[in-house]
């Protein structure tokens, strides 16, 4: 599912906590510039229509609640990504990271310790 950056805002709203109303949604996001009512509820609408919400009444208001899961959305993007930048492969966006020297000594160990886990699978 295709969701822009305004939608994931939104979505990262919800994910952290729902379901919440749109009078929450709102006030969350207006601490940030920008995020105006009417912007949230075009973006909860189109959601909500693409299938990445759902939107149950509750009195007068609407509650809203993911029916994507921020961890599907997140693989769909990594792979996005290293398909349209990389042709599909992971090793060459570590080395990209790697050359950019935008690895840190943490990042570096814990990559030691995916490769070992994987090798000890296999």
């Known amino acids: 599912m295709q969701i822009s950056d305004a939608e994931s ?4 709203v919800l ?3 729902s379901p919440r109303g749109s009078d929450e949604i709102i006030a969350e996001l207006a601490r940030e510039p ?4 009417s912007t949230v509820k075009t973006l909860l609408n189109r959601l909500v229509r693409k299938g990445a919400l759902a939107v149950e009444r509750d009195g007068r208001r609407f509650l809203y609640t993911p029916v994507l899961r921020r961890a599907a959305w997140v693989a769909g993007q990594s792979r996005g990504l290293l398909d349209r930048l990389f042709d599909g492969r992971l090793a060459p966006l570590v080395a990209h990271l790697a050359d ?4 840190s000594a943490d990042d570096i160990a814990e990559l030691k310790r995916l490769v070992e886990n994987l090798d000890d699978e296999h």
């Open 9 to 12: 805002v939104v979505m990262e």
């Open 15 to 17: 994910w952290r906590t």
């Open 34 to 37: 920008g995020w105006h009512a």
């Open 100 to 103: 950019a020297r935008a690895l």
